[in-house]
């Protein structure tokens, strides 16, 4: 017998590591979103993010609105990215920043404007109850420029928090499917560019709505051999010859009382449905504390 020898081959083991991206020969990022802030009255400082690793300082640049060309401002070191300038009281000014190294320059921020007035706050601001559960808030709009609008709301409790943006120029603005008796505050503010450093404007004033006790359904269903009409006080209930079924909301806890009204072949037999109403052929006056259901029965006459 031949003997056979068994050899295992020794497979090579590759290690892959990944690195990041090397960007050291390329020219650095554009930086992120520049910010201002007036520290005094002469004094605005400027923040930007760094969004590069290879960069050797940011320049600032500046024009006065309407100018013509930026001039440099100053220059920053390599990961510093923050900057106070000097600017007048008066007059607006638009700011923007730029990485180097020595393969290039980035492109430029975004403009960031200084003294820039933000839009006026939206006066007068009301709020009501249209339905039940439904509030209708109106607003001036007392600026030019605005973004949009921003509706806020909040709870007894809670913090105010935004619902709605709305585009520029809107004025109303309806809040359905609200809870229940409950108690509702709105304000309002006008938007306006944050990316070019201009704010929004300040809140408006606190207005306060307070929803009803919310509704219950009333079904009122024609029976019997006979036809005729129901009708509802407070309104609601219409339930003419043609119609098997009508129904209506009300509010919780509402007293409704019903009337039926035979036409000439019919005669009213009695109401259904409600304890204190079964058997009797006048008004039925039912408390809406839940959904109900009454059936009206009208009995044909017999013909002579």
Not at 39 to 59: A, Y
Not at 108 to 115: G, Y
Not at 247 to 270: C, I, M, Q, Y
Request: charged share 25%.
């Amino acid at each position: 017998m031949k003997a056979f020898a068994s050899f295992a081959l020794a497979m090579p083991l590759v290690l892959v590591i990944a690195l990041p991206a090397w960007s050291g020969d390329a020219p650095p990022r554009q930086p992120g979103v520049v910010r201002s802030d007036k520290i005094s009255k002469s004094q605005v400082l400027l923040t930007w993010r760094d969004r590069s690793d290879n960069e050797e300082n940011f320049e600032v640049v500046r024009r006065k609105a309407g100018g013509k060309s930026f001039r440099t401002r100053g220059f920053t070191p390599p990961d510093i990215t923050s900057f106070v300038d000097t600017v007048r009281p008066a007059g607006v000014f638009i700011y923007k920043v730029r990485a180097h190294n020595e393969f290039g320059s980035s492109n430029f921020s975004n403009d960031c404007f200084v003294n820039r007035t933000p839009p006026s706050k939206p006066t007068p601001v009301r709020a009501r109850l249209i339905a039940l559960t439904v509030a209708r808030i109106t607003w001036g709009d007392r600026s030019r420029g605005e973004t949009g609008f921003a509706v806020q709301r909040r709870e007894i409790g809670q913090g105010f928090r935004t619902i709605v943006t709305l585009p520029p120029g809107t004025e109303l603005y309806e809040d359905w499917d609200l809870a229940p008796a409950r108690t509702f505050f709105y304000r309002v503010r006008a938007l306006g560019t944050p990316t070019r450093c201009i704010k929004h404007s300040k809140f408006s004033a606190t207005r306060i709505v307070n929803t009803k006790g919310g509704v219950r359904v009333l079904s009122v269903v024609h029976g019997g051999t006979g036809r005729g009409n129901v009708v509802s006080a407070p309104n609601g209930i219409v339930c003419g010859l043609l119609e098997a079924r009508c129904d209506a909301e009300f509010p919780v806890g509402t007293r409704v009382t019903l009337w039926a009204d035979a036409n000439k072949n019919s005669v009213f037999k009695r109401w259904v449905g409600a304890v204190g109403c079964i058997g009797t052929k006048g008004p039925c006056t039912i408390n809406m504390g839940k959904d109900r259901e009454m059936y009206a029965v009208f009995k044909r006459k017999k013909v002579r």
